[in-house]
């Protein structure tokens, strides 16, 4: 439970830190300068008070994950599939997250002390009221200028940057998870579905007039049922979201009676190359025409 609440904070803070976002992009267009705080007023103060409060979990998740990843070594983490770009791209992304958390403060609580030293009263920010005048207090205002742009533009770009590199990551599970889960099976765990060709054998077992060496009917062609998936175009499109919409935790690997005996199935994998192949099939067919096979 305790990583499934470290997420929240992250999620949260990122999905609710986009509501500044928009009063930042508003500022970059007109011109101005905090353009909700007099309309909005107290509820101004308290939205961005809790956006800085999530930012904070959100900063403390953040550290807890990368320890967790590089420094308690967790064997999940480090198994053969995660060695190499599945491990830089998890720890990118938390890299990504802790600048923009530092974007986020640098930006206000230089701007809590530019507000303060223009005679304005404090904005009340639960955070940077705090840690603004106990950081920043003692830089020139130039220098502080110069801070809240640094912080003003960084935030903006991290969560551009971060938006236009999600479709290459496997973060992109913060985006497919809701479909994925809006699609998702509501049977019964176990339940399974019977198949067409062995339904048929099973009656023909069961009906002592029938000859199971009789040929076809004429205009039936006798060809074989293919059992299993040969490649990723014999899965059904549930199956490709739902490696799109892997967030490659490990934990069905650890979990996998096979993997567990030391043998060398790991659930994880194939949902990985999984969604490699999609991109191997997808990038063929862009070059080669939608009909190309590669085999």
Request: glycine share 8%.
């Amino acid at each position: 439970p305790i990583p499934a609440l470290l997420h929240l904070c992250i999620y949260s803070a990122f999905v609710i830190t986009q509501i500044e976002l928009i009063e930042i992009i508003v500022d970059g267009i007109s011109g101005s300068h905090r353009t909700f705080y007099e309309s909005l007023g107290g509820f101004y103060t308290f939205m961005i008070s809790f956006i800085e409060i999530l930012s904070v979990l959100a900063l403390v998740a953040t550290v807890i994950f990368l320890a967790r990843r590089n420094l308690l070594k967790l064997p999940r983490f480090n198994m053969a599939e995660m060695k190499g770009w599945p491990k830089i791209d998890g720890n990118m992304i938390l890299f990504m997250e802790l600048i923009l958390v530092c974007c986020i403060f640098t930006m206000n609580g230089s701007d809590e002390v530019l507000n303060m030293r223009d005679g304005n009263e404090s904005y009340g920010f639960a955070i940077s009221s705090l840690i603004g005048p106990a950081s920043f207090d003692g830089i020139g205002t130039e220098a502080l200028h110069t801070l809240e742009r640094i912080g003003w533009w960084g935030h903006i770009l991290m969560v551009f940057a971060f938006l236009n590199y999600l479709p290459y990551s496997k973060h992109f599970h913060i985006v497919l998870a809701f479909p994925n889960t809006y699609y998702s099976n509501l049977e019964k765990k176990g339940r399974l579905t019977n198949m067409e060709a062995v339904t048929k054998e099973v009656k023909l077992m069961m009906d002592p007039s029938a000859d199971p060496f009789a040929a076809p009917a004429d205009g039936v062609e006798a060809v074989p049922q293919r059992f299993g998936a040969k490649d990723v175009g014999d899965l059904t499109w549930k199956n490709l979201l739902d490696s799109y919409t892997c967030t490659e935790c490990g934990r069905c690997t650890d979990s996998c009676p096979a993997n567990i005996t030391g043998k060398l199935l790991s659930p994880r994998k194939i949902m990985m190359d999984t969604r490699d192949r999609l991109v191997e099939v997808g990038d063929n067919k862009r070059k080669h025409g939608k009909d190309y096979d590669d085999g």
